[in-house]
């Protein structure tokens, strides 16, 4: 699809133009027709298809609501825009010009919106999804909307990545797909390299599989360097379980496991275009976690490379295992604030459910800074508390931790576990294991992956 910005609307197959509740739209037509004769109110969300039958030099007219001017915002356009293309997909639409009569320059938002709704992975389908050929947008700026194709269009190589089935999203495939990207510095350790790191609870995770683990280093390096972020996604690239191993019904969507690894590798890759002054490492531990012969087991017990040690309770919390050693690997790199993201524990789906990831840490600025800015770009951060009590079930008599405790407040107990591997270095941790993939279609989103993260770690970074 084609996306330009114009000065004015021009004569095309649809004009999409918007109603705030209680005002008129910038369309006679639509007025005469929308509103005085069938009482169309704008309330956000609500559309009017009207056919102009040679009326307008549009062949028709589409009006979306966008509810009370004061309460209009950047998310609520990208919401809106996402309805009407997908109304426009509807109608089988080819060309459509979108003429809003808004304040501001809302270019960044109103293009990630067309193309999250412009998704479709279709790529093992005979049949494929009708797409818009193209869109014009008048009163934003170019810059704006180019903003808004880069932001997407990360968004949508993570949900390809977290769509792609684990019998091709490998490891190795996401050791490659990182090398791919253009703008970085990228190093992939293999197993024997991961051994000699000391990376002693990561391995454990991978050794049941086929397929090695892949390590992978990404760096960005910004002109005017000011800040040093190191950004770690959870890699795990099938969840089995392990010997400890899932129900069917759990296993089922189990390839989404690296959707924390593919946030990074969405972000990183973006990064590299809009060139922000900053350095950012994007690090992946990518294995799967298989019950076979080498799988590890129950009672074993881990050395992580900080020299910690890990009584495996159950094989199925392996996240966290992986995490360890990439945040170790991460406090090493002397950089100033550390993010990983992870489908980390059920328990945070459970608490949260789809709409909201969970976030803990050890600053608060740094805490409220994630989540003033997950706001702004149209995501949910819900802080989840880290009370040191939460440890107390992950004490254990042979090693220095058990890698999982009480069922009772999952998400917390993961995050305390995480913690000790994290050292002198501001850190917080994204759980995304409700957020990252649905079942079901939800407001903009197709069933599948969501890029969970994506729009809110591009916004922070730069
Ligand atoms: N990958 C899962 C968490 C998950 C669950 C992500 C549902 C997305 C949707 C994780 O590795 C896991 O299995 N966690 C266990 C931990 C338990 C054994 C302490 C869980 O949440 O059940
Ligand atoms: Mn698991
Ligand atoms: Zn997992």
């Keep these: 699809m084609e996306i330009k910005t114009i000065q004015s609307a021009v004569p095309v ?15 006679e037509l639509a007025n005469t027709y929308a509103v005085e004769k069938d009482g169309f109110e704008g309330k956000f969300g609500q559309t009017y298809l009207l056919h102009t039958l040679g009326k307008s030099s549009a062949d028709k007219i589409l009006v979306i609501g966008f509810g009370k001017r004061e309460e209009f915002n950047a ?40 193309l999250i709704a412009d998704y479709a992975y279709d790529k093992y389908k005979s049949e494929k999804v009708h797409h818009l050929e193209e869109v014009s947008f008048t009163k934003y700026s170019q810059e704006s909307v180019n903003e808004g194709m880069i932001f997407a269009q990360a968004m949508n190589f993570t949900r390809d990545l977290a769509n792609t089935p684990a019998q091709i999203a490998t490891p190795e495939m996401l050791a490659e797909t990182a090398k791919n990207i253009q703008g970085l510095e990228t190093k992939v350790f293999d197993k024997a390299q991961i051994e000699s790191m000391g990376m002693g609870a990561y391995l454990a995770v991978g050794q049941g599989s086929v397929h090695e683990p892949k390590f992978i280093h990404m760096k960005y390096t910004g002109r005017n360097v000011h800040k040093k972020i190191a950004v770690i ?59 076979s012969g080498s799988s590890y087991k129950p009672g074993d017990i881990l050395t992580a490379k900080n020299g910690k040690t890990i009584e495996v309770d159950n094989t199925d919390a392996e996240g966290r295992l992986t995490l360890a050693d990439a945040l170790c690997y991460a406090c090493d790199l002397s950089v100033d604030e550390v993010i990983d993201i992870a489908t980390l524990t059920g328990a945070c789906m459970v608490a949260l459910g789809t709409y909201a990831s969970g976030i803990m840490g050890n600053d608060d600025e740094m805490l409220q800074r994630l989540k003033s800015t997950a706001e702004n770009s149209g995501e949910k951060f819900w802080e989840l508390p ?18 999982t405790g009480s069922r009772w407040g999952g998400a917390s107990t993961a995050g305390l576990f995480l913690k000790e591997f994290v050292k002198d270095v501001k850190w917080c941790h994204i759980d995304i294991a409700g957020t990252a993939f649905l079942e079901k279609p939800q407001k903009e989103f197709i069933a599948g992956a969501t890029g969970a993260g994506v729009r809110t770690l591009l916004n922070y970074l730069k």
């Design 75 to 114: 998310n609520k356009m990208t919401e809106a825009v996402a309805k009407a293309y997908k109304k426009l997909v509807q109608i089988k639409a080819k060309k459509a010009v979108f003429d809003f009569n808004t304040d501001g320059d809302y270019g960044k938002s109103a293009v990630i919106g067309l």
């Design 13 to 27: 197959e649809v004009l999409v133009i918007n109603k705030f509740e209680g005002e008129n739209t910038s369309e």
């Design 386 to 403: 880290m009370f040191k009590e939460y440890f107390d079930s992950l004490k254990s008599d042979i090693a220095d931790m058990k890698n």
């Design 233 to 291: 996604g959870k890699g795990i690239c099938f969840d089995a379980g392990g010997l400890d191993i899932k129900p069917a019904s759990s296993m089922l969507t189990m390839k989404d496991d690296m959707s924390g690894a593919a946030c990074v590798l969405g972000v990183m890759q973006a990064l590299a275009k809009l060139q922000p002054d900053v350095e950012v490492h994007g690090i992946i531990a990518a294995c799967e976690n298989m019950p």
